[in-house]
């Protein structure tokens, strides 16, 4: 992940999409705004908001905890303010406009209802939550496995997780449709393979590398075709669920 995520087309997109709400939420406030990126990894989005302030007038002071000292590490070496902890051990007195949670509900080691509780306590009145993480039991795979991935979310219990903890759900929909019937079929035909075969699946490797240059493109290109049809026509199913909420 480590590697690939500065040029990934799947990574990529992502940080657009968040980019793209911090963006407008920036534009409805004044001065400077504080953001906590929960479970932030090797520190990949809060170095693409790094950049993202020096073309943009928004001022925004960056914070982030992860719990995995190799990912940790690679955050100082970035020289990202970052702390060791796992969001459900964060303690701070100041309170966040911007909380991130990316790719982190469905990991082994984290409780969602708690994580999700401790995120809003963190989260100032009518403060941003973004939430992106995978979708669609039925997809799990030997990656998720990789990752530590424990469960993948449907969208209205994830819906019903935030109104739960006092967060108004503003938007919520699937994206990266396109995969879903590739990778459902990838996934079968495996499985299939290694009953056949009588293997682990532990014995396959993660599929997440960087693909070549053009076909990166190319992936890219799709996904920024859905991001503009999904306002009009919202996807059916995605590998990953998309949420933003407003702490009431």
Not at 114 to 120: E, F
Not at 168 to 189: F, K, R
């Amino acid at each position: 992940m480590a590697q690939v995520e500065k040029h990934h087309w799947w990574y990529q997109h992502l940080r657009s999409l968040v980019l793209e709400k911090i963006t407008h939420y920036s534009t409805t406030k004044s001065g400077t705004l504080d953001l906590f990126d929960a479970g932030c990894g090797t520190g990949g989005m809060l170095q693409a908001i790094q950049e993202s302030r020096k073309t943009s007038s928004s001022r925004i002071n960056l914070h982030g905890c992860e719990p995995s000292p190799w990912a940790y590490n690679s955050c100082l070496e970035k020289q990202l303010p970052v702390r060791q902890c796992r969001i459900e051990d964060y303690q701070s007195k100041a309170k966040y406009d911007i909380i991130l949670c990316l790719d982190v509900l469905y990991h082994a080691n984290v409780k969602p209802d708690a994580a999700i509780k401790v995120l809003s306590n963190l989260l100032k009145p009518d403060g941003l939550l973004i939430i992106n993480t995978a979708a669609m039991p039925c997809l799990s795979r030997q990656h998720d496995v990789n990752v530590m991935g424990a469960r993948r979310f449907l969208p209205e219990p994830l819906r019903k997780l935030c109104q739960n903890n006092a967060l108004l759900v503003s938007e919520l929909h699937y994206w990266n449709s396109w995969l879903v019937p590739i990778l459902w079929i990838s996934i079968q035909t495996k499985r299939a393979g290694h009953l056949f075969h009588k293997k682990s699946l532990k014995d396959q490797r993660s599929d997440l590398r960087l693909p070549p240059e053009w076909i990166n493109n190319v992936l890219k290109a799709i996904l920024k075709v859905e991001a503009r049809v999904s306002p009009f026509v919202k996807p059916l199913f995605g590998t990953s669920i998309f949420l933003t909420a407003r702490k009431l």
